[in-house]
């Protein structure tokens, strides 16, 4: 009894670092392990930079000997979240748990300011991502203005120079936005030729609905081939992470129910994400909905059952290939939150091996972060850009024709990186390589 | 302290003075130990260190030298309100020797750096501290860090050819030589090994290299008690066979660590040795055979020998793991490091367990066995006043208890902030008295690092 009254609280009172269990905080022994894995670390060598530096300063909020204030915030979003320093502590310290709570404060006590930054935000946070439909108008808008070619007719007439600098900057990195979206590639219900093994749901994403909707096509290809039956309700929510990284946690729950709705999972064995950075969130709905009585036992089902497609197809063996790829070389980047997030990093090198004719190839600092990071390009351009051209260096000396990388923002980063240093290498989902080799097999 | 003076004496970007750029400075790998610096300077060159000496030195402000801040005797925790010299930009590899087996570097080179840079020369750097991804050469030095290879390879003092230090009055000296033979005076350079940050600041190393060894096998055994671990490594010694490494762990690291790595270790045994043996391929397989053998006699419930390369280097990684996962259990992990000699190692570690027991206290144990070396691990919580209470009274019998056998209150980690009030238990009166006279007449002032290894005078 005393429990449920406990956890009822919990809801109503929004995450903090202060109301939060003191014990996550003191999880931190401060042994310093970390720190040669944080890329912001590694670029500044100043404590507060580090994973270690910033757990210090949320124990200093959550103690009272320091205030959530501008310095805080602007810290909190140099931060990319991309949970390295979780694998390289092995006191097993939730900073997950602690970034959510901080950005949360943050957002509490309006800390980070106004301006660009905020408009940012809510265009991306609280209007676009919030509204499947409207986020597909506006993907068609662009798809328009780019198809037409009016951007290139807009840069030459220099009309780009009259949008505020961070949108100029931008501008030519913008996605192409596929021809279709997922749902008019994909039928709510499809059956494998054979028999079926298994019935999964297959969660569609924002930005892979948008850009890659190919590579949703790809995933539902390789798991017909599989033997999986695929369910695909046509207008999805977002995940909702975007949300939780930048403290909007009322809304991130918001989603995760209307994602629950959505898929009846009884009649499921697996629920499958193909975006590393969807699927890190998406497995801690339990977590996300714990104060919510209606839909907590729910949750706790579908985390569970939410698998990375690379990670299910391991799980259940797939039949190899028989066709293959014209010989070549192909490297893989780590989506941060697939290999940090999820711990998912030998299942995606393993599919990646089964191709044949594909060479693989280990890419030097595989797991370290290519500066996309959600927002994180837009917020944090320098940064970004440094860790960019870090990954495309790497990617330039593997000699690889093509990088496979499995989360839309890593994709989009390294398609635009490596178009700046005016190289042909192609950016390719392994699960694209994998459906076009099934293809390949007749 | 006049902060703007300081400011104006070193390049631009040197000092950091905003509350919350000082914070995460305040502390470093100790439990329980934290204090806020009045500013962290950040110099590049041994002029700059010369600089910020002198300017302490006119104002009677207190300096404390840090490398990573990883150390656990609280040796780089700041003095209020002083003055934190962190040496992370002095990164530089100088010169790599081949001729003579020697490198020169800067302090804040990271230890890890130093091995892989004398690799590409085909040479080694043995001593390797767990945290040697983090830490850096200055605070190995500091400190005489050991490591996991101390048994055959000895420790960081045994690498080091010269040194380069600030004094206190801001004078540049420069200790040692490439010479293997060098007898020309008082040998200083010894005394600034290992002293902790408290005589001078290090400003560039000659470290000795050694041929990499082309070989290596890494051995895993288990037992059902800490006995039969502890009687096979006196064996295999007995038996004239020297390996580099000799790691135990007990069941709760084992379980803590494997919880973080899952490398495999099996979880349902009293005691687990970690066993390396380096250098000529074929030596090297009729030693790995032979510590097989021995310590199946010894009563090994099983032994196995690590795969291939790539599974030898996840263990050994694994291993380094051991403290931190400690932490898993409890919030406040308070490590110890009382060494003894090799052939009371296992009374020591029943002692601690007894102890431990005694008091009501979880109690963790692993270290280097080849050594001598424990760490017996406290965990507990530090809001937890009247356990941290019997923690301390647990510890000061296990000092006892070790220096009644003929050891030291710390083998590698340093007195610091931590073990500076147990010290003079180790010492006659007259030999303690003689160390406190060599830091009062290096540092007449006592502001290098006041308070550590010795309390503040006056
Ligand atoms: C997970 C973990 C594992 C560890 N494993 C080991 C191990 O296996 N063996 C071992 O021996 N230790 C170990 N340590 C302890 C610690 O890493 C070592 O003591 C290390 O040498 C400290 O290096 P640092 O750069 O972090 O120095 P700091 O902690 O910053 O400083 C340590 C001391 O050296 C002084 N100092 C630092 N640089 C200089 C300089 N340039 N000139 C003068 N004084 C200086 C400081 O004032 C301080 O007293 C471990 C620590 C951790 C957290
Ligand atoms: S986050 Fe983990 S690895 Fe980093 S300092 Fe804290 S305990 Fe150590
Ligand atoms: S999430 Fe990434 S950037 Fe942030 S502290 Fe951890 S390692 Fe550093």
């Known amino acids: ?105 943050i957002e509490q006590a309006e800390a980070a300011g106004h301006g660009q930054r905020d408009f940012w935000r809510w265009l991306a946070v609280k209007t676009l991502f919030m509204r499947p439909r409207l986020l597909r108008f506006v993907g068609r808008v ?75 096509r790809d995933t539902a290809d390789v798991l017909l081939a599989n ?65 919510d009585v209606k839909y907590r036992d729910r949750a706790h089902a579908w985390d569970k059952k939410c698998k990375d497609i690379h990670e299910w197809l391991v799980e259940i063996g797939i039949s190899p290939p028989k066709g293959g790829l014209a010989e070549q070389a192909v490297t893989y980047h780590e989506s941060c939150h697939l290999c940090h997030g999820q711990k998912v990093k030998a299942q995606p090198r393993e599919l990646l091996r089964a191709i044949p004719g594909l060479e693989f190839v280990e890419l030097p600092e595989s797991d370290w972060c290519c500066g996309s990071a959600g927002i994180y390009n837009i917020t944090q351009p320098e940064q970004a850009g440094k860790l960019q051209h870090r990954k495309v260096e790497h990617i330039s000396k ?32 392994p699960i694209s390589l994998l459906a076009e080799a099934y293809r390949r097999s007749g | 302290m006049n902060l703007t003076e300081l400011t104006s004496r070193l390049p631009e970007g040197s000092v950091l003075t905003a509350r919350e750029d000082l914070l995460p400075y305040a502390f470093d790998g100790t439990a329980a130990l934290k204090q806020m610096p009045a500013a962290v300077v950040f110099p590049r060159n041994a002029e700059d260190v010369a600089a910020v000496l002198r300017f302490a030195d006119e104002q009677n402000a207190p300096v404390v030298t840090r490398g990573s801040g990883t150390g656990l005797s609280g040796g780089s925790v700041p003095v209020k309100n002083g003055i934190v010299l962190c040496t992370l930009r002095m990164d530089k590899v100088l010169e790599v020797d081949t001729r003579n087996l020697a490198m020169m570097v800067e302090p804040g080179v990271l230890t890890k750096v130093i091995d892989e840079e004398a690799a590409k020369h085909g040479l080694f750097y043995p001593p390797d501290p767990s945290s040697m991804k983090v830490s850096t050469i200055g605070g190995n030095v500091a400190n005489n860090s050991g490591g996991l290879r101390g048994l055959k390879y000895g420790v960081t003092r045994d690498y080091v050819m010269g040194l380069e230090a600030v004094i206190p009055d801001g004078e540049i000296v420069w200790l040692g030589s490439k010479c293997v033979k060098d007898v020309a005076g008082y040998n200083l350079r010894d005394l600034f090994i290992g002293s902790e940050g408290t005589l001078g600041v290090i400003t560039r190393i000659l470290l000795k290299l050694v041929p990499r060894p082309k070989a290596k096998r890494t ?240």
């Open chain 1, 227 to 291: 033997g999986c039956a695929v369910v695909t309700p046509p207008v999805q929510s977002c995940c909702g992470s975007l949300h939780a990284h930048n403290g909007e946690l009322e809304l991130a729950r918001e989603l995760a129910r209307r994602n629950l709705d959505l898929f009846d999972l009884d009649s499921l064995d697996a629920v499958i994400t193909n975006a590393g950075g969807c699927g890190s969130h998406l497995k801690h709905y339990a977590k996300l909905l714990d104060g």
């Open chain 1, 1 to 105: 009894m005393s429990e449920t009254t406990g956890i009822a609280n919990q809801a109503s009172s929004p995450l903090s670092l202060k109301g939060m269990d003191y014990s996550v905080l003191q999880q931190c022994m401060h042994c310093g392990m970390c720190l040669p894995t944080c890329p912001t670390y590694d670029t500044t060598r100043l404590e507060r930079n580090s994973p270690r530096g910033r757990i210090a300063w949320m124990r200093a909020i959550a103690d009272g000997e320091m205030s959530v204030d501008k310095a805080f915030a602007d810290e909190m979003y140099y931060c990319l979240g991309c949970l390295a320093c979780t694998t390289a502590c092995p006191a097993g310290v939730d900073y997950p748990t602690l970034f959510e709570a901080a950005r949360a404060d």
């Open chain 2, 219 to 458: 051995l895993l055994a288990t037992y059902s008690d800490i006995e039969r671990a502890a009687e096979t490594v006196s064996a295999v010694i007995e038996a004239k066979i020297i390996p580099c490494t000799m790691e135990f762990l007990d069941r709760m690291t084992i379980r803590c660590v494997e919880d973080f790595a899952h490398v495999g270790l099996p979880t349902d045994c009293e005691a687990l040795l970690f066993m390396e043996t380096d250098g000529h391929p074929a030596v090297v397989e009729e030693e790995a055979a032979a510590m097989a053998e021995i310590a199946r006699k010894y009563g090994a419930k099983e032994v196995t020998l690590a795969a291939d390369e790539a599974q030898a280097l996840q263990l050994a990684t694994a291993r380094r793991s051991a403290f931190a996962a400690l932490a898993r259990i409890k919030p406040t992990t308070i490590l110890e490091d009382a060494t003894v000699p090799r052939s009371e190692l296992a009374r020591m570690v029943r002692f601690c367990e007894e102890t431990g027991k005694k008091h009501g206290l979880q109690l963790a144990s692993f270290g280097h066995m080849g050594d001598g070396n424990l760490h017996p691990t406290f965990l507990t919580n530090e809001k937890d006043t009247e356990e941290m209470h019997r923690v301390e009274q647990a510890m000061s019998e296990i000092f006892d208890f070790a220096i009644s056998l003929g050891g030291t209150i710390t083998g590698e980690h340093g007195v610091g902030l931590a073990k500076r009030d147990f010290l003079p238990r180790q010492f006659d009166p007259g030999s303690y008295a003689l160390l406190s006279k060599v830091k009062a007449s290096l540092d007449p002032k006592g502001l290098l690092n006041p308070g550590k290894i010795f309390p503040v005078q006056g």
């Open chain 1, 398 to 429: 593997t000699g690889a024709v093509c990088v496979a990388t499995a989360n839309p923002g890593c994709h989009l980063q390294l398609v635009n990186g490596l178009r700046e240093q005016g190289l042909t290498v192609e950016v390719r989902h």
């Open chain 1, 142 to 216: 662009l798809r328009l203005y780019q198809w037409t070619n009016t951007d290139v007719f807009f840069r030459k007439i220099g009309l780009m120079r009259l949008a505020p600098a961070r949108l100029r900057e931008l501008e030519p990195q913008t996605p192409r936005v596929c021809a279709k979206f997922s749902h008019q590639l994909i039928e709510p219900e499809e059956k494998p030729t054979g028999e079926s093994r298994y019935r999964v749901g297959l969660l569609t994403g924002c930005v892979q609905d948008l850009a890659f909707s190919d590579i949703n």
